[in-house]
């Protein structure tokens, strides 16, 4: 099955400073790459998410990049401000039930 | 998320009793998840439904059952709860645009 490898599990930054989130997955069927974000005693939620089609997509401090060759994608967040801090969770999969990783808590520090 | 709920969101139980957690949701949504959420392991699915009374296991399924007898509710069972279940408990549904979404969660403690 698929294993979704994430790193680093911890990051701390300064605020305005840009934040990057890695992950691998080990299945070359896996066509869907969505990045969760979590904030304490919530679920997850969906934060940006990319198809294989696609190298590369942004939505406004936040962009994600999909190496398909590499089996590599990775969560960009720019300008970070205190509101970012929460645990990340990036995810892979075809069709339904993704796997994910063991997630990065992210601290934004003003 | 208003619309998927979780119940209980915190329950308290001892071992070797049985559990129902539920997850009713109001999306229309096809398929449904359970995942369990443990420190260091961060998200494994035990269960998902694509359909009514159409259920799979995920890869922590065992000890764990699920029935899905209506599109809007989809229940998972600890048959006899042990303490390795102590978890957070998080449903989820996908829909046909934009991957999951998850309820808020229930704590489960099993003494």
């Known amino acids: 099955g698929e294993n979704v490898e994430q790193h680093p599990s911890t990051l701390s930054v300064q605020e305005g400073d840009s934040a990057v989130i890695k992950c691998t997955y080990s299945?070359?069927?896996?066509?869907?790459f969505p990045w969760y974000k979590q904030e304490l005693g919530k679920g997850p939620q969906l934060i940006i998410d990319?198809?294989?089609?696609?190298g590369e997509k942004k939505d406004q401090r936040i962009a994600v990049t999909l190496n398909k060759t590499a089996k590599h994608f990775s969560l960009h967040i720019t300008e970070t401000q205190p509101e970012d801090s929460a645990v990340y969770f990036c995810?892979?999969?075809?069709?339904?039930?993704?796997?994910f990783g063991k997630g990065t808590s992210l601290l934004v520090t003003p | 998320d208003a619309g998927i709920t979780q119940s209980p969101r915190h329950k308290v139980t001892e071992t070797g009793t049985p559990v129902t957690l539920r997850c009713h949701q109001t999306e229309n949504h096809r398929y449904m998840y359970w995942y369990r959420q443990d420190p260091g392991h961060g998200l494994r699915l035990i269960h998902y439904?694509?359909?009514?009374?159409?259920?799979d296991k995920g890869e922590v399924s065992d000890g764990y059952s699920v029935s899905r007898s209506k599109t809007e509710d989809f229940l998972l069972t600890l048959e006899s709860a042990t303490s390795s279940q102590t978890s957070v408990y998080f449903c989820?549904?996908?829909?046909?645009?934009?991957?999951?979404?998850f309820g808020s969660g229930t704590r489960l403690t099993v003494v």
């Open positions: 299945d070359s069927a896996s066509n869907y």
């Open positions: 989820a549904t996908e829909g046909t645009s934009r991957g999951y979404t």
């Open positions: 995810a892979a999969g075809s069709g339904y039930a993704l796997n």
């Open positions: 990319i198809r294989s089609n696609v």
């Open positions: 439904s694509y359909g009514v009374k159409d259920t």
